[in-house]
């Protein structure tokens, strides 16, 4: 038996836990939680997407991008060039 199915079994909070797992697939939105100590909350949450570009070490697109990255900081010491 998995990890998951045997919390289920022993841990009626578990159990609930995981079949209000609701999160997944929302942008964004708010949740509600009741903690044992602090009491009641509702927190929001956002989900990013991080877009990130790497170029494989070597020719020809490091040194491409090498270019435009110096290129770049040129343009932002000497604007117009």
């Known amino acids: 038996m998995g990890l998951v199915g045997e919390l289920s079994l022993w841990d009626n909070d578990f159990r609930r836990w995981w079949a209000d797992h609701d999160v997944l697939g929302r942008a964004h ?25 790497t170029a494989e070490p070597g020719p020809p697109s490091e040194q491409a991008l090498r270019l435009l990255a110096s290129w770049t900081s040129e343009q932002e010491i000497h604007p117009g060039v």
């Open 29 to 53: 939105g708010s949740k509600h939680y009741h903690h044992p100590v602090v009491g009641d909350m509702t927190l929001g949450h956002e989900s990013m997407i991080l877009g990130l570009r």
